[in-house]
């Protein structure tokens, strides 16, 4: 167990719906990463956000949000869901800036399914 | 323009044999490299991380990896493979406050 929840542990909808995909951190990291895992594109490095505020943006889509509460957990958004977007989305979360000098504690993941 | 190139999708060795899992990268500026393991059903662990310093990189499990600059490499290796090191890994290249995933490397580990 890394310490990071993710809820919930499956989702399935429909095209052109909106979900919200939740995180809870380690207690004490203050960095929180999103990934997507899909078999087309593989892992991708989607957004990070420390202690509230954006801090870096991978290769997230515009009908993809996120944010960071006071309470350092994260929501990622996602809307206007497509086919394509059917993925296991990791959380994961750091007591650093950077996730490159302290580990990366990874969630669970997320799977979605978008019929 | 910075990416990660893992050679071979799949890699079946014997228990007890050599495993070499290769990762080439490309990066701009020197690179921060990692390898990751990833286990059916489970998010992704952290094997061993390269940033600076000394290029041969000890991490858990009995694997290590040696940061290669001239060879643009950093080829993870253990001298005697387990049943339960079957899994997916994955090479990682950090710069730039971005993170670059290779394709993954699923190990079969044959009695």
């Known amino acids: 167990d890394s310490g990071v929840t993710q809820t919930p542990k499956h989702l399935i909808t429909a095209t052109g719906q909106r979900v919200t995909l939740r995180c809870s951190p380690r207690?004490?990291?203050?960095?929180v990463y999103w990934y997507q895992q899909s078999l087309d594109q593989g892992l991708q490095f989607l957004i990070q956000?420390?202690?509230?505020?954006?801090?870096a943006k991978g290769n997230i889509l515009e009908r993809f949000s996120a944010q960071q509460f006071p309470d350092l957990h994260s929501e990622l958004n996602l809307s206007s869901l497509e086919l394509g977007d059917s993925a296991l989305y990791f959380c994961?979360?750091?007591?650093?800036?950077?996730?490159?000098?302290?580990?990366?504690?990874f969630g669970p993941g997320t799977r979605l399914t978008v019929l | 323009a910075q990416s990660v190139t893992q050679l071979g999708s799949h890699v079946s060795v014997s228990e007890g044999a050599l495993v070499l899992l290769r990762c080439n990268y490309s990066?701009?500026?020197?690179?921060?490299l990692f390898w990751y393991v990833q286990y059916p059903n489970q998010g992704l662990q952290l094997l061993l991380k390269?940033?600076?310093?000394?290029?041969l990189v000890k991490g858990i499990n009995g694997f290590e990896a040696e940061f290669k600059k001239s060879e643009t490499s950093f080829h993870l290796t253990k001298p005697s493979a387990h049943m339960s090191d079957a899994a997916e890994y994955f090479c990682?290249?950090?710069?730039?406050?971005?993170?670059?995933f290779g394709s993954g490397t699923k190990l079969n580990v044959k009695p």
């Open positions: 956000y420390y202690n509230g505020e954006e801090r």
């Open positions: 207690s004490g990291d203050l960095s």
């Open positions: 390269y940033t600076t310093g000394a290029t």
């Open positions: 994961a979360s750091s007591v650093d800036e950077t996730g490159a000098y302290n580990e990366q504690f």
């Open positions: 990066s701009s500026v020197p690179p921060y």
């Open positions: 990682v290249l950090y710069n730039f406050n971005k993170f670059y």
